[in-house]
């Protein structure tokens, strides 16, 4: 072995395998599509505080993947993410911003200011281009009142009085647009993200199982886990079970099978089994 | 730099450059329905200088793709007290500029103690402009007053260009009121005309251009400090439209 010296490994991304795509590209070799897995996160400010709300299915193709995920990431105790758009990279980014915000607050002394969390994070996806596929919405209430700000991957923010994100986000808007007043009352906020989340958990097919909510303001935390269960399964109509003697039995051989004991193992069964679901 | 032979644009060389940096892949990977477009600020901004200060204004549109993500944005950005720079382009890039000087000139004024000139914030913006133009789709105008040479509008287009100009128009939304420029704008105009003058542009460009609408923001700054008016969509002045 020829002296190789170690190679430390450089920060950042590696694009090694862009390309070795461009050549299986160059070849005629097309990737597989990508999978979406969608999402409804919204946010909307009331009087005393805000209101946010997100469903909670993740999808795989088709198949419902995990029907209860939680979108809303901590990131401290005044200040939390909903997250659309690649979930690795929501979780993490928002995961690497709780803990340096957690840092400035031990630092400052201070509780931390929504606009610190947003211009943390914006910078930090500005620095990436837009690979990072983070489509935030950083929400809180801090000593300058209640903010809701969105976040897009490539690093652009607003701040806005109400958001509504994901592959169902445009139907959440839609229903926000109609009926948000400024100073609304919890209960009217509170219904009308329910609303909201309603619309696009049925109407958008990546959306659904539950509504998660939490309402947040200067004193209090409510986490609503869930607020409502979406597209319950209903109760079955009919009794599916077949009679005894349904199917004609035409024949009946019954043969006695030689065996020895090779292994016995006696093990203690804790509970019932519930039998399987036929129908 | 050759000055006989200087560097033209090549439209071929610039596909090519496009085709070898970003890669393909995305396009035959993400369905046409799911590519997301990039956020930016199609916009229609106008700022002009009278005797005292200069008038600026835009309008409030940021869309992505056909989506409009926010229908009252601020494009016109504080960089000092009295200097504001108005954004047209990506919406991140030009935020990223923006806060990327407002933190140099602030650090700036500290090491002169003045605020600093016009001419040297709209420097500062054309210079991160230039040095990032591969990268950067940032179209801006510095305008603002200072002690020296009043009010002062400066141009920032794409490539990294910096120049004085009395009157200017940036954005998407601009190529629609050129007419409207050369036919309407006289030297030496007074305030309120100059006001009106910003108004009636930026309606015309929202009648007609579809990346600009929502309403107009104007602010006039002068040695008195900066004055913001907010003209919502039922307050534009009428146009004849079909």
């Given at each position: ?52 709300a997100a469903d909670s ?137 329910r609303?909201?989340l309603y619309?696009?958990t ?8 539950r509504i998660n909510m ?12 869930p607020y409502e269960v979406v ?49 | ?242």
């Amino acid at each position: 072995m020829s002296g190789l010296a170690f190679e430390q490994p450089t920060g950042g991304f590696v694009f090694d395998n862009c390309r070795r795509n461009e050549l299986l590209l160059s070849n005629g070799v097309l990737p597989g599509k990508i999978h979406k897995t969608g999402t409804t996160i919204a946010a909307i400010t009331y009087k005393d505080g805000v209101v946010i709300a997100a469903d909670s299915r993740c999808t795989s193709g088709t198949i419902i993947f995990d029907d209860n995920v939680l979108k809303i990431h901590r990131l401290s105790d005044n200040i939390y993410a909903l997250g659309a758009g690649t979930a690795a990279d929501c979780d993490f980014q928002t995961r690497l911003l709780e803990s340096q915000l957690e840092l400035l607050k031990l630092n400052q002394d201070r509780q931390v200011r929504v606009a610190t969390a947003v211009r943390k994070i914006q910078q930090h996806l500005f620095r990436y281009q837009g690979h990072l596929g983070a489509y935030l919405i950083i929400v809180g209430v801090d000593v300058t009142g209640s903010h809701i700000a969105t976040v897009h991957p490539h690093g652009s923010i607003a701040f806005l009085p109400f958001v509504a994100s994901g592959s169902g986000g445009y139907t959440s808007l839609s229903v926000i647009e109609d009926r948000f007043k400024e100073n609304m009352t919890e209960e009217e906020a509170k219904q009308l993200a329910r609303d909201a989340l309603y619309a696009s958990t049925t109407t958008d097919l990546y959306s659904g199982s539950r509504i998660n909510m939490y309402v947040l303001t200067k004193e209090k935390l409510d986490k609503f886990l869930p607020y409502e269960v979406v597209g319950v399964r209903s109760d079955k109509q009919n009794d599916y079970t077949l009679a005894k003697g349904t199917t004609q039995v035409l024949s009946t051989n019954v043969k006695k099978i030689e065996f020895d004991i090779v292994n016995e193992k006696v093990k203690t069964t804790t509970g019932t089994h519930e039998a399987m679901e036929l129908a | 730099m050759d000055v006989l032979n200087p560097m033209t644009y090549d439209a071929e060389e610039d596909q090519l450059r496009d085709r070898t940096k970003y890669s393909q892949m995305d396009k035959h990977i993400i369905p046409v329905e799911f590519q997301q477009q990039p956020v930016s600020t199609g916009t229609t901004i106008v700022a002009v200088e009278y005797d005292g200060g200069v008038i600026i204004g835009a309008d409030t549109r940021t869309s992505a793709g056909t989506f409009v993500m926010n229908r009252f944005t601020d494009k016109l950005t504080p960089l000092t007290d009295q200097i504001f720079c108005l954004r047209s382009g990506s919406a991140a890039d030009t935020q990223a500029i923006a806060q990327v000087v407002t933190y140099q000139l602030d650090f700036l004024s500290a090491e002169m103690n003045e605020p600093p000139l016009v001419r040297i914030a709209a420097n500062c913006v054309r210079r991160m402009i230039y040095q990032y133009r591969d990268d950067f789709l940032a179209g801006m105008i510095v305008a603002g007053w200072d002690k020296k040479l009043g009010g002062q509008v400066y141009s920032c287009p794409l490539g990294g260009l910096l120049v004085r100009q009395p009157v200017t128009l940036g954005g998407s939304g601009s190529t629609y009121i050129w007419g409207y420029l050369d036919n309407n704008y006289r030297p030496n105009m007074t305030k309120d005309e100059c006001y009106d003058f910003v108004l009636k542009g930026i309606t015309l460009a929202i009648t007609r251009d579809g990346s600009s609408g929502g309403c107009a923001r104007i602010a006039i700054i002068n040695k008195d400090g900066v004055e913001r008016i907010d003209v919502l969509g039922n307050d534009l002045p009428k146009v004849f439209d079909l």
